[in-house]
């Protein structure tokens, strides 16, 4: 079992920057890979970025590629979302989760197994 808890949403300015984090319980989290999602109103989850089990390999949604950086401190069990030059379309509820088998197919819902509850985020134009 992995529980997952994301803290930092909030309301910002477009252009402004917020840095999500996650902190994950449970398995150890050097063994599992993270994601970041995100849902908007009426709009099906998406999938916004991805780390690698040890940290070496991250990749991006093309919407948020340049403006946001996802890292992960394994020793902490924490994984973050630096989100800048942000825009109104990025107005979501952000979720992180865990792929515990480290899947290919890496921007499918499907390939996650453990979800955090959400934080929101507002962009304001």
């Known amino acids: 079992q992995v529980q997952l808890v994301e803290s930092g949403g909030g309301l910002v300015q477009a252009g402004g920057s917020l840095r999500l984090s996650c902190a994950a319980s449970?398995?150890?989290?050097?063994?599992?890979?993270m994601g970041w999602f995100r849902q908007a109103p009426g709009k099906e989850r998406e999938f916004v970025a991805r780390?690698?089990?040890?940290?070496?390999?991250?990749y991006y949604a093309d919407s948020v590629k340049g403006r946001f950086s996802i890292s992960r401190d394994n020793a902490k069990n924490a994984v973050t979302l630096q989100m800048n030059s942000l825009k109104p379309e990025d107005t979501a509820v952000y979720y992180c989760?865990?792929?515990?088998?480290?899947?290919?197919?890496?921007?499918?819902?499907?390939?996650?197994?453990?979800w955090g509850q959400g934080t929101q985020v507002t962009v304001s134009s």
């Open positions: 449970g398995r150890t989290s050097s063994n599992y890979a």
């Open positions: 989760a865990a792929d515990i088998y480290s899947r290919t197919i890496i921007a499918a819902v499907g390939s996650y197994d453990y």
């Open positions: 780390i690698s089990r040890n940290g070496g390999s991250t």
